[in-house]
C-alpha cells in the first residue's frame, strides 16, 4: 500500500486530502508546515509527497529541495492557488512530478496520484493493475487512439465488419479521424494484404475526377498519350476509400452507383466494361441522408452506400481520450523534432480539457506538434499551447478587466470570474448542482469544493 504525505497549512485542505487519498486505499500521514514534514521524511520514506507551494517558514519550493536531499525516490506534488509558469518550470527542474491549482477536478487529482505512483513503480493493489493494464490495452485500435465509451464502440463495431463485403459510410466532423477508421477496417479484414487507395473528391477538379477514378484510353482526350488504369483498377481485391462522398458529381454519381451494382465500369474513352472486385468505403461530414431528401445527391447511392453506417464522435463528445491522445502526439513530435519532452503540466492539461476542438483530433496534434517545436524545457506549460483565435475572444469577452494604474489583485479578480461562472451555470442548470457540474466541465465534488471556497450559496 502506497504511503502519502499531506503537507499543507490550511487546515481544511489537508483534511480533505486525508479523507479523499484514504478512500482511495491509500496509508496518508499529514504536516500543517514544512519544518514539521522535514522532520517526518527524515524518520520514515514516503512514496509520495503533496504539497502546498506557498507556506510559512520553508516554501513548497525549498521544501521540495529538503525532501529530494533526504529521498530522491520520493516523489512530489505541488499544489498552489495559482500557477505561473516560471515556477512551474523551477518546480520540474527541482524534481516536482507535477504541478497543479487548488481548484483542481477530483478525478484528475486521482489520476495524477496514481499516475506518480505508477510511474515509481507502486500499484494500489492487483485489482487496479489488471484494471489499469486492460484500459491500456484498448487504448488504441490500428492507428485510432483513445479508451473512451465512444471509441470503444467504435472499436467493436470495425471488429464486426471487417470480414464482410458491406459497403461502410463513415459519418464525422472534419479532423475525427476516419481516414483512419477506414484504414483500420481495410487492414484487419481478408483484404489486408491487397491495396488500400485513397482519393478525396472534393479534392480533384470534375473534369479529372472522371479519369482518376475509371482511367482513359489513349486519345480519349488531348494529352491522352497512352492507356491509364483509374484508381477502382489499382484496387482491385481491395479497398477504395471515398473521402468527402458527398462532393462527388452527380453525373459521376450515377457511374459509382454503376460500379457498385454490376461491379463494372468503362474507361473515359473506351468501349469495353472492367470488372473489378473492391470494397468501398466512403465519408462524409456532411449530412448525407439530408443531402439526398433534398435531391442534392443520388438517394439510390446514398442506400447503396449506406449499408454499414460509422458515426466518429467529436473530441468534444470524448474528451476523457484528450490525455492518452496528448501523450500520444508528445511521444511522437518529441522523437520527430528531437526533442525531450517528457510530459504535460496538470494546468496545461485543464486548459485543453476545456477546450472545444472545433479541429477535432487533427486540431489537438497540430496544437501539441507546435507545443513540441516551440517548447523549451521538459514539459509542456500553458503558454506553449497556441489555441484558436475564437478561443482567444472568448477568453477576452469573459476576462474583460481594465488595469488600473495602482493593478489589481489577481487571485481576487480570478475568484470573480469562478464565481461569475459557477453563478452562471448553476442559473442555467435551474439549482441542479449535478447539471452545473456537467456544464463546467468538472465533478461534482469539485464543484461542491468550489462552492464552499467561494461561499455561494
Known amino acids: 500500500m502506497a504511503e502519502i504525505l499531506v503537507v499543507d497549512d490550511d487546515r481544511g485542505m489537508r483534511e480533505f486530502l486525508e479523507i479523499m487519498l484514504t478512500g482511495e486505499g491509500y496509508r496518508v500521514k499529514c504536516a500543517g508546515e514544512g ?235 473506351g468501349s469495353e466494361d472492367i470488372t473489378v472486385d473492391v470494397r468501398i468505403i466512403a465519408a462524409t461530414n456532411q449530412d448525407l441522408e439530408q443531402k439526398a431528401k433534398e435531391g442534392n445527391f443520388r438517394e439510390d447511392l446514398y442506400y447503396r452506400l449506406n449499408v454499414i453506417p460509422i458515426h466518429i464522435p467529436t473530441l468534444r463528445k470524448r474528451k476523457e481520450d484528450i490525455p492518452v491522445l496528448t501523450k500520444h502526439f508528445i511521444e511522437k513530435y518529441s522523437r520527430e523534432f528531437g526533442k525531450e519532452i517528457k510530459k504535460i503540466s496538470s494546468y496545461a492539461m485543464e486548459l485543453l480539457a476545456k477546450y472545444r476542438f472545433p479541429g477535432n483530433v487533427r486540431e489537438l496534434e497540430n496544437i501539441i506538434e ?7 524545457s521538459n514539459i509542456i506549460l500553458p503558454e506553449t499551447l497556441v489555441l484558436s483565435e475564437n478561443n482567444k475572444r472568448d477568453w477576452n469577452k469573459i476576462l474583460d478587466i481594465d488595469l488600473p494604474e495602482e493593478g489589481i489583485s489577481l487571485n481576487e479578480e480570478m475568484a470573480k470570474v469562478e464565481s461569475g461562472l459557477i453563478k452562471k451555470a448553476l442559473e442555467k442548470a435551474r439549482g441542479s448542482k449535478s447539471k452545473a457540474a456537467e456544464l463546467l466541465n468538472v465533478s461534482l465534488d469539485s464543484l461542491r469544493y468550489r462552492l464552499e471556497k467561494l461561499d455561494i450559496r
Open 35 to 269: 519544518k514539521e514534514a522535514l522532520g517526518l521524511c527524515k524518520k520514515h520514506e514516503f512514496d509520495l509527497v503533496i504539497t502546498d507551494l506557498k507556506m510559512p517558514k520553508v516554501d513548497g519550493i525549498d521544501f521540495l529541495k529538503g525532501i529530494k536531499e533526504i529521498s530522491p525516490e520520493t516523489m512530489v506534488i505541488l499544489i498552489t492557488a495559482y500557477a505561473s509558469g516560471e515556477t512551474a518550470v523551477t518546480a520540474m527542474q527541482e524534481g516536482a512530478y507535477d504541478y497543479i491549482e487548488k481548484n483542481f477536478d477530483i478525478e484528475d487529482f486521482k489520476t495524477i496520484v496514481r499516475d506518480s505512483l505508477d510511474k515509481k513503480g507502486i500499484r494500489i493493489k492487483k485489482d487496479d493493475a489488471l484494471f489499469i493494464k486492460g484500459v491500456e490495452d484498448a487504448v488504441r485500435f490500428g492507428n485510432l487512439i483513445g479508451k473512451s465509451r465512444e471509441m470503444l464502440k467504435v472499436y467493436s463495431l470495425i471488429k464486426k465488419v471487417t470480414d464482410t463485403t458491406a459497403n461502410v459510410l463513415i459519418l464525422g466532423e472534419s479532423g475525427t479521424g476516419k481516414e483512419l477508421v477506414a484504414r483500420a477496417i481495410h487492414e484487419n479484414g481478408l483484404r489486408k494484404d491487397k491495396p488500400f487507395v485513397v482519393i478525396n473528391c472534393g479534392g480533384i477538379p470534375e473534369h479529372l475526377l472522371e479519369s482518376e477514378l475509371f482511367g482513359y484510353m489513349k486519345g480519349a482526350f488531348t494529352g491522352a498519350y497512352s492507356d491509364k488504369p483509374g484508381l477502382f483498377e489499382v484496387a482491385r481485391g481491395g479497398t477504395i476509400f471515398l473521402d468527402e462522398i458527398g462532393e462527388l458529381p452527380t453525373i459521376l454519381q450515377v457511374k459509382l452507383l454503376r460500379v457498385i451494382q454490376e461491379k463494372a465500369f468503362r474507361r473515359v474513352g
Open 370 to 376: 507546435k507545443s513540441v517545436a516551440l517548447g523549451t
